[in-house]
């Protein structure tokens, strides 16, 4: 499942939901009495061999609890339950032989031979459904209403223990007074960490935490996309503002566009006027970056529609933004001095990402990208390609695609 390809706000609902399963720390646990009497008896009440409860991570489906079949979890891709969490009560799928969402499934075609399957969510107070508790069997089949009821009360008492195994484990976190001591402790640590990680990142804080000396010697090379976005006629859209109002479109355009960054996994490396400069890459977003920061790019010009209502009382003119994305080698490490640190991404790479984004001056709300990006995205979107344009210190000619939309 490509979940960075998902549209914006179905994108920043799923990494909520992942969020709230995560918070019960319950993934990859050894089995528990509690659990598998429930999934017996569910199977018992519903007459089917199969039921299990199921918990849906990001790229898979992992079983709480198992009754009539081996398996542990399977691929996301494959699940039934992951189509199950989508609905508002039980999912019942009489045959799934015959139907056109699961009969080339290779867990209908091949082992456990699913022809039926029945589930219901498993929903938090908060609303987030992490899974199911479902029955299986290798006809097919109907549940009576009776059956449905029940199903349904017993992934009631699913979250009913999940929620008593959290509680659980926070009454054993806090059992003494010196826990609470060092809970306050740590959160003041927390705070300050909190307020050091948004100068820089958090993994290069945990790399300087975990060694005995002070050392900014963490300079290395790594292949990263770099994006820069700016407005375009900044100068004279802010002109006619008062200082707050100008502050008050910055801090509404920062936000917006960070929080589309963030959710696309990529870090903002530094503010500069209403230029934004944001990588993507290890160890932000591992995989697949290219084709996040692309996609990020999108979501952003989408979102200013969001930051020019906020604005409007006081902005003559719609915000639009040029943005500018490349990929290539960069040198990263931390600078400065005793006083004074920054975390820096130099490089050719990081240059020519910005010439290409002042190629969009004259193209408002233009997302453009270099040859090696577009080698990495071409089948995600279509492109328009430019010619090819002279960069300033480049020799040879650079050949750049407009990102038109996805595919």
């Known amino acids: 499942m490509e979940i960075s390809t998902l549209p914006f706000e179905e994108l920043k609902e799923e990494k909520a939901r992942i969020a709230a399963l995560y918070n019960h720390n319950i993934l990859d646990t050894e089995g528990e009495e509690e659990y598998d009497r429930i999934v017996k008896v569910a199977s018992y009440i519903c007459g089917t061999p199969i039921s299990l409860i199921s918990l849906v991570d990001t790229n898979r489906q992992w079983f709480k609890s198992k009754h009539g079949i081996s398996l542990n979890e399977t691929s996301r891709d494959v699940s039934f339950c992951s189509h199950a969490i989508k609905e508002e009560g039980i999912m019942e799928v009489n045959d799934a032989a015959e139907d056109e969402r699961f009969k080339d499934n290779p867990l209908v075609k091949g082992e456990p031979n699913i022809r039926f399957y029945a589930g219901t969510p498993l929903v938090t107070s908060d609303g987030y459904k992490l899974g199911t508790l479902c029955v299986i069997d290798r006809v097919p089949r109907t549940l009576t209403d009776e059956q449905k009821e029940c199903l349904e009360n017993l992934s009631r008492q699913v979250m009913d223990q999940m929620i008593l195994r959290q509680q659980k484990r926070k009454l054993i976190e806090l059992n003494s007074t010196l826990i609470k001591d060092l809970e306050d402790k740590l959160e ?51 002109e006619n503002l008062n200082p707050h109002q100008a502050v008050s479109l910055l801090r509404s355009y920062y936000t917006t566009l960070s929080d589309v960054i963030s959710t696309y996994n990529g870090m903002v490396n530094q503010y500069v006027g209403d230029e934004i400069f944001a990588t993507f890459g290890s160890p932000f977003s591992p995989s697949d970056y290219e084709k996040k920061a692309v996609l990020c790019a999108l979501e952003m010009i989408n979102q200013l529609e969001k930051v020019n209502q906020e604005c409007k009382d006081f ?12 990929s290539g080698e960069v040198i990263t490490g931390t600078l400065g001095s005793k006083s004074k640190i920054e975390y820096s991404i130099t490089g050719d790479a990081v240059n020519t990402g910005k010439r290409i984004e002042t190629l969009t001056q004259n193209h408002p709300n233009t997302v453009l990208i270099s040859q ?35 595919k």
Request: charged content about 30%; proline content about 4%.
């Open 188 to 238: 003041q640590q927390e705070k300050v960490l909190h307020l050091f990680v948004k100068f820089v990142p958090e993994s290069v804080v945990a790399k300087h935490l975990n060694t005995k000396e002070i050392d900014f010697d963490d300079a290395e090379s790594k292949h990263m996309s770099i994006m820069f976005c700016d407005i375009r006629g900044y100068t004279s859209l802010v």
């Open 315 to 326: 902005i003559n003119n719609p915000v639009k933004v040029g943005i500018g994305i490349h």
């Open 372 to 406: 090696n990006v577009y080698d990495k995205v071409k089948d995600i979107v279509e492109v328009k390609p430019w010619p090819s344009v002279e960069l300033k210190g480049k020799s040879n000619k650079l050949q750049v695609y407009q990102v038109l939309r996805k």
